[in-house]
């Protein structure tokens, strides 16, 4: 039963159905030219930390980026159903909690992304493997442990 003074125009409830409908069908209408990143209404913090997410290696910051080529052509989906310019790709690396070094390759520079993303499931195809427990996921290669992330919200963040 409609609650009283609820209007269906205004429903939460129908919006986000839409939103998801939408997201999803602007993805299957842009799959040969985009890269889809993950959809998130949650503030995660710190700009400057890696956040743990699948589809491509991302960063914001030119200044985090080694072995830098301009690239064109290349858009990626973001989470307010607009596309945005892949400008580069390159190299970077950033030091673990155990003092390891990580190397991230093929990390695409998409200046009007709000966060550094680190992509599991191309991790993945590199041979890494992850164990999650609690609020802490660890990735490691060959038993060792590349790096630990922890649970911030919705995301494992660096």
């Known amino acids: 039963m409609p609650q009283k003074g609820h209007i269906k125009t ?6 986000k159905k839409q939103l ?3 997201v999803i069908e602007l ?3 842009n799959k040969e030219k985009s890269d889809v990143l993950s959809v998130t209404n949650k503030s ?3 700009k400057d ?3 743990i997410d699948f589809g491509h290696h991302i960063s914001f910051n030119r200044k985090l980026l080694s072995s830098y080529t301009s690239v064109q052509g290349g858009e990626v ?3 307010n159903s607009t596309t945005s310019k892949v400008i580069g790709e390159g190299t970077t690396q950033f030091r673990s909690h155990n ?3 990580t190397t991230l390759q093929g990390v695409r520079h998409v200046p009007e992304s709000r966060y550094n993303l680190i992509s599991l499931g191309t991790l993945h195809g590199e041979g890494v493997s992850f164990s999650s427990e609690g609020d802490h996921m ?3 290669k060959d038993a060792h442990v590349k790096f630990q992330a922890e649970r911030i919200g919705d995301v494992y963040m660096l």
């Open 10 to 15: 205004d429903c939460w409830t129908r919006k």
């Open 20 to 22: 998801d409908t939408s």
């Open 27 to 29: 993805a299957e209408e």
């Open 44 to 46: 995660v913090g710190n």
């Open 49 to 51: 930390r890696w956040i």
């Open 77 to 79: 989906f973001m989470e």
């Open 99 to 101: 003092g390891c070094i």
């Open 138 to 140: 660890e990735a490691f």
